[in-house]
């Protein structure tokens, strides 16, 4: 056995083959930028005025100006702005040929076609959004690398980017072993269990924005798991098994994957749960198998499958999405093993949970995520920070 350290180690050394997909700017938050992005033009692309009031030509000394005309945002058509002339103007609209400054409504006094204020309150430039203000034609607005916001959505709608190139998810596979599981819609039958490995796996990957997901249930012969991975791995790029990996006798998934020409990268950590975890590789394809109990299942998945797929999608932080919190209450660990625990925040604080049993699955109705206990600790004491990772 190895320690959960190094296993995420080993994780975090594969050199996943990423691959590139071009995504409508809608469809492409959370994904990070295969490419640095330009802008399609100067923004503004054209001057305008940055509020409601007055544009005018300035010159030392004014006071008052006569007004001449009007423009709204969209004009297309407006007058010329000669010396001691001024147009009412809105929020966004271009700057009439002549005019370099704008003052504020609030400030002006009008009577008729004059308007009158204070000659401190007429300054040169003021309230104005010159041409290329903010970015120029092929200036780079977003760097490769950078994680798609809705506000980088936002700029890049405003420069005219209608999509662009990301680094996709993985292709996934979630192969369900054991005769005992039985699909939801049927009746149960005795001695039966529901399928709940593979709609919270699903889940936990649509999460992810992983979209192309096979999901397929085999049952506990040599043969059909043999053949069932040779073709999740010739249409996948990632394979996750649940159950099957123990040394039962109806656990094939081990021989299946040495048939198959899979590498091991590890198997079985000092966790708890989650022990007999394994990882392999092959022709840059990865196989993940987590035990069948759905704690372990979850666990597994958020400590060492989730940062995976992050790192396939080229998230610089995949190994570092936790916090650390104080825990609520002490924690005394009889095990020499690290343990993740279901837990939720409250007040600031890490609650363990009740029901930390690997198939008991009411605290996950509650949980906001795992905490970690470490290997090398016993008792830990209440306000110790300890490392929480939410869903």
């Not at 797929?309 to 660990?333: C, G, M, T, V, Y």
Request: hydrophobic fraction near 40%; include cysteine; charge should be neutral.
């Amino acid at each position: 056995m190895i320690s959960v350290s190094e296993a995420k180690a080993i994780l975090q050394e594969l050199d996943l083959s990423r691959n590139v997909q071009v995504l409508p700017i809608s469809l492409a938050q959370g994904f990070f930028l295969a490419k640095p992005i330009t802008s399609q033009l100067d923004v503004p692309s054209f001057d305008n005025s940055a509020m409601d009031g007055y544009a005018f030509s300035w010159e030392e000394g004014l006071s008052k100006l006569e007004l001449v005309g009007e423009a709204a945002a969209g004009a297309t058509k407006l007058p010329k702005i000669r010396k001691g002339q001024a147009i009412r103007i809105f929020t966004g609209a271009p700057l009439p040929s002549g005019a370099d400054s704008v003052i504020m409504q609030e400030k002006v006094d009008r009577k008729g076609t004059i308007i009158y204020f204070d000659e401190a309150d007429a300054i040169f430039g003021k309230n104005t959004r010159l041409r290329g203000a903010q970015c120029k034609k092929g200036d780079i607005i977003a760097e490769a690398g950078a994680k798609i916001t809705p506000g980088l959505v936002s700029l890049l709608a405003s420069v005219g980017v209608a999509e662009v190139p990301v680094y996709r998810a993985p292709k996934v596979a979630i192969i369900i072993t054991g005769n005992e599981i039985q699909d939801l819609g049927n009746k149960l039958r005795p001695g039966h269990i529901y399928n709940a490995n593979g709609p919270a796996l699903e889940s936990w990957l649509r999460k992810l924005q992983v979209d192309e997901i096979q999901a397929i249930k085999v049952p506990d012969q040599k043969e059909a798991v043999v053949e069932t991975l040779a073709r999740a791995l010739d249409k996948n790029d990632l394979i996750i098994f649940t159950g099957g990996i123990s040394v039962g006798d109806y656990d094939f998934v081990k021989i299946a994957l040495e048939e198959n020409g899979v590498k091991q990268l590890f198997y079985k950590l000092k966790q708890r749960p989650g022990k007999p975890l394994y990882a392999g590789e092959k022709e840059g394809k990865i196989v993940f198998a987590l035990p069948g109990n759905p704690g372990s299942v979850l666990s597994c998945f958020m400590q060492y499958v989730k940062p995976v797929i992050q790192s396939w999608k080229r998230d610089p932080e995949a190994w570092n999405h936790f916090q650390n919190l104080p825990l609520a209450q002490d924690f005394d660990k009889k095990i020499p093993l690290t343990q993740f625990l279901k837990a939720r925040i409250q007040n600031g604080k890490v609650e363990v949970l009740q029901g930390q049993e690997s198939f008991n699955l009411i605290a996950f109705g509650l949980a906001d995520g795992f905490v970690e206990i470490p290997e090398e600790s016993s008792l830990v004491e209440s306000g110790t920070l300890v490392k929480f990772y939410p869903w």
